[in-house]
């Protein structure tokens, strides 16, 4: 799969240090200059350390400052279309259906690159173990919650998810050991998450993360972090944008599962089936 390097730059940037922000913004002001410099002329150029510009490459997904400098090159010698949104007030609707679309595949390239597949085995196996799941999401994120209930109650799971923040806390509270609690968060700072998440913990349950930032309470509080990528605009905000990574990480999750727990999900997905046949007139 392609890298696309100033799109990784642009998605992480919110994430970044100063030092590594300065890094950033010299890379996407300048791109051309990148790729005839060594790392030796950038940091002296920036004024910071090789050790910032090493650690900035690694921010975004590459082995070291070549590797970065190749798939710079490559994207700056051949342009890619620019695929994030850009919408302007005169676009007409088939212009701004166009950029939406991209701009959500966009999201969804630069939150598979961000991936930890370490993380995702340690989040399956969590789930695989537990006897019972709960999905938990204040706000926007109470509807991809609700999505991950609806998916894996049918596979058989004991899953629960509610809408009201105030459910959410009596529900974490019963949880214990054995139980898993699953927060999303895009932000990772909602305070009503944070507390749903900090009762969930005191009862014992272990915690899976679903949020856009590393260095958020949320990352931090959780057994197991899942990261989304994406692009704040003039028309939608960076949150509202990450639902689609944050839709196919669930997926991701939920697949994993069904493969790893293939008979039984099955006969789950059957009776509910059969659940819905008997009750249409």
């Given at each position: 799969m392609t890298q696309n390097c100033l799109g990784k730059i642009?998605?992480?940037y919110a994430r970044f240090s100063e030092k590594?922000?300065?890094v950033a913004d010299f890379i996407l002001k300048n791109p051309e200059s990148i790729i005839h410099s060594t790392i030796n002329e950038l940091a002296d150029d920036l004024n910071v350390a090789e050790a910032?510009?090493?650690r900035f490459c690694k921010r975004i997904g590459f082995k070291g400052y070549q590797a970065m400098k190749i798939a710079l090159a490559s994207e700056?010698?051949?342009p890619i279309t620019q695929i994030h949104e850009e919408i302007k007030e005169d676009d007409n609707e088939k212009t701004v259906a166009e950029k939406i679309f991209k701009s959500n595949i966009q999201t969804l390239e630069n939150t598979l690159q961000m991936l930890d597949y370490d993380s995702i085995q340690k989040a399956v196996h969590l789930l695989l173990k537990a006897n019972r799941v709960e999905f938990y999401g204040t706000g926007g994120s109470s509807v991809i919650a609700m999505d991950a209930y609806h998916k894996f109650v049918r596979a058989g799971i004991k899953a629960f998810s509610f809408t009201d923040s105030h459910f959410q806390i009596m529900s974490a509270s019963q949880l214990g050991p054995d139980d898993v609690a699953v927060v999303i968060s895009h932000s990772g700072t909602n305070k009503d998450t944070i507390n749903i998440l900090n009762v969930a913990k005191k009862a014992g349950a272990k915690a899976i993360g679903i949020t856009g930032f590393p260095k958020s309470p949320i990352s931090q509080k959780v057994d197991?972090?899942?990261f989304t990528s994406s692009e704040e605009t003039e028309y939608r905000?960076?949150?509202l944008a990450s639902r689609i990574g944050q839709l196919s990480l669930i997926d991701a999750l939920y697949v994993n599962m069904m493969i790893l727990n293939k008979e039984e999900a099955q006969k789950s997905l059957e009776r509910v089936r059969?659940?819905?046949s008997e009750t249409r007139i």
């Open positions: 642009r998605s992480h590594e922000k300065q910032t510009v090493f700056v010698m051949a197991v972090a899942l905000s960076e949150a059969e659940a819905i």
